[in-house]
Each structure stands twice: as C-alpha cells, then as structure tokens.
C-alpha cells in the first residue's frame, strides 16, 4: 500500500528558533502534496498546497514567510517553521497525491512543540 | 471558501447499535466527499468516499448524498468499541481545488 512518512514524528525547539519537517512518499511519486495543521481538539486546517518544482498555494491567513515550504522532487516535500513561538506548537501532517491515481494518502504526522 | 459543518458530538452509542453521522457542506458545486476517522494523536484513515446522489456501502459503513439538500451522512451499523474515534466529513476545495477541507468532527463514542 501507498506509505507517506514524516520526520521527525515529534520535535521541541526553542521560541526563535526554526524546525524543518519533511513529508515523503516511499512507493509513489507525488506532483502535490498538502500541509494541514491541527491544534488539540480542532479539526485539520489546510495550511497550503505544495506542488513539485514551483512555488506553493497558501491558505488565507497562513504567513508564507513564516512556513517555508519546497517540494524538489517527485517523492519529498518540505515544511521549515522560521522563528517559531509558542502558539506555533500543534500537530503537522502532510499528505500526497499519487500523480497516477491522484488518490491521497496521509503521513502520521509531526508534533512540534515550542517553548 | 468552501465550509463543511459537523455537529461535534459527541455522541454515544451502545455496542451493536447504528451510528449516524451527519455533515453538510455550503459549495453546492462540490462533486466529491470523504469520511475520514481519526483517533486520538493519528492522522486520518480514509473510511469512504462518495461522488453520486444514493447510498454507497462498505462492510458494515454505509455513505448517504443528496446534493439537493448538500448532505451527506455515514451510518456505522454493528458499532463497536473500536469505533470510538472523531469522524471527519470532507470535500475539495482549498486555494487550489485539489486539497481536502474537513469539517471540525464528530466524536463518537461507543460502550461495550
């Protein structure tokens, strides 16, 4: 089956500081993929979309400056947090579609916290 | 923006009960709709997706459309323990139209 890993799975970093967060696809090429991010008992917010070789979509509201995002390739796809904060902190997962079947498939997510 | 409104519950069922999860959906366009569960610290599982205006069922879920009305439920017949989890409705839509928006979740409880 389609298997979509994110690393790391959970990370602390201090207010100021920037984390990476890589989302892969393992056994399918993937020309988009999406950045959500969930606070604790809130659904899944589409943060933006990230597409091979160009620059991303972002949502309304979601600070590109902020959350850098560069999808180089067909498998891996990148979230850096740039001077993260506190209120930073939540759940990140990512997710990729199959460029063949355009099926989603999601990773197990990244949990950042700030402090 | 497309918005997708679930009551969050949560709601409770005893074992061997039906489960009806409701969800509407305000872009009367929408062609495409999806049930994810999600357990608690998980990402989401697909359960089902439903593209065409009836019921489509899987095992012991069933998804019900009516883009009439945009509403679309997910009945869990037989429900067990291992069903407790928050139900997420889902379309596409996003700045880009290819990104799945969820609704914020209903949590489902299920007693043995």
């Known amino acids: 089956g389609a298997v979509v890993s994110q690393h790391p799975s959970w990370v602390i970093c201090k207010s100021g500081t920037s984390v990476k967060i890589e989302c892969r696809s393992l056994d399918f090429q993937a020309t988009t993929m999406f950045w959500y991010r969930q606070f604790p008992k809130q659904s899944l917010m589409l943060m933006a979309t990230s597409n091979e070789g160009s620059k991303a979509t972002y949502e309304q509201g979601v600070e590109k400056d902020k959350f850098l995002i560069n999808h180089a390739s067909l498998t891996l796809s990148t979230l850096t947090v740039t001077s993260a904060h506190p209120e930073d902190s939540s759940f990140y997962i990512c997710s990729a579609r199959d460029s063949g079947t355009y099926e989603q498939y999601f990773g197990p997510g990244t949990r950042l916290t700030v402090t | 923006q497309k918005e997708v409104e679930q009551n969050s519950g949560p709601l409770s069922v005893p074992e061997g009960a039906i489960a009806s999860l409701n969800c509407t959906y305000s872009?009367?366009?929408?062609?495409?709709f999806f049930w994810y569960r999600q357990y608690s610290g998980k990402s989401p599982e697909l359960i089902m997706f439903?593209?065409?205006?009836g019921d489509k069922e899987d095992g012991r879920f069933t998804a019900q459309l009516n883009k009439a009305s945009q509403y679309v439920s997910l009945l869990i017949r037989d429900s067990q323990p291992s069903d407790s989890a928050t139900y997420l409705c889902?379309?596409?839509?996003?700045?880009?139209?290819?990104?799945?928006?969820f609704g914020k979740g209903t949590t489902l409880s299920v007693s043995s």
């Open positions: 889902a379309v596409k839509g996003g700045q880009a139209g290819t990104a799945l928006i």
């Open positions: 872009d009367r366009g929408s062609q495409s």
């Open positions: 439903i593209y065409s205006n």
